[in-house]
């Protein structure tokens, strides 16, 4: 295996690797509304969500690490033109590599959250349920690729549980996330 990843040119993941991940999602948190008898109104409010990990390699196959999210909003023109910090989180994460491969690498993930204003789903378009201190609990599966040594890009799926008590989910939903990953060799 040394061989074939010194003729890719892609250092295989080691014990000192660390990998810095970002993702960055947009949520259309439109409110619809039917005023008496018009037509049916939407209020345009928006979310822009940015997660950062910080993974250190354990093992050839196992990391463990930091997640930091943080969202900014914009309310609609019905809402009163606004901006800010909607959410933000901060929590463990835990990764494992359940093949050895260098370049193309399939991950599964368990990630929690802790925070204020992370509402899911639907929580995200009410005015209050979403609010105060919340827990996220969540699963991925994923696949890294490392376009060179130190670069790479990576897609994940998985679901997320989210609740303002602890294993008492009031909100779900099915993320697709799409982003860039930097390793940093020791």
């Known amino acids: ?30 409110n619809f509304t039917n005023h008496s008898n018009d037509t049916l109104h939407f209020d345009g409010s928006s979310e822009l969500e940015f997660v950062f990990r910080d993974v250190r390699m354990v093992s050839q196959r196992i990391g463990v690490g930091f997640q930091l999210m943080t969202s900014f909003f914009t309310n609609g023109p019905n809402e009163g033109k606004s901006f800010g910090i909607g959410s933000w ?22 990630n929690s959250l802790f925070g204020v204003g992370m509402g899911l789903g639907k ?14 609990l969540g699963l991925r599966g994923g696949v890294a690729y490392r376009l060179i040594d130190n ?6 799926g998985g679901y997320d549980w989210e609740s303002g008590a602890l294993f008492k989910a009031d909100a779900r939903t099915l993320q697709l996330n799409i982003g860039l990953d930097l390793y940093l060799f020791n």
């Open 1 to 30: 295996m040394v061989a074939q990843s010194q003729n890719s040119g892609i250092a295989p993941l080691r014990s000192d690797v660390g990998i810095n991940g970002l993702t960055v999602n947009y949520h259309g948190l439109q």
């Open 89 to 110: 989180g901060i929590g463990p994460v835990v990764r494992a590599y359940p093949f050895k491969t260098d370049r193309f690498q399939p991950y599964v993930q368990a």
């Open 123 to 136: 929580l995200a378009n009410t005015t209050n349920r979403g609010h105060g201190f919340r827990m996220r």
């Open 151 to 156: 670069f790479g890009i990576f897609v994940e």
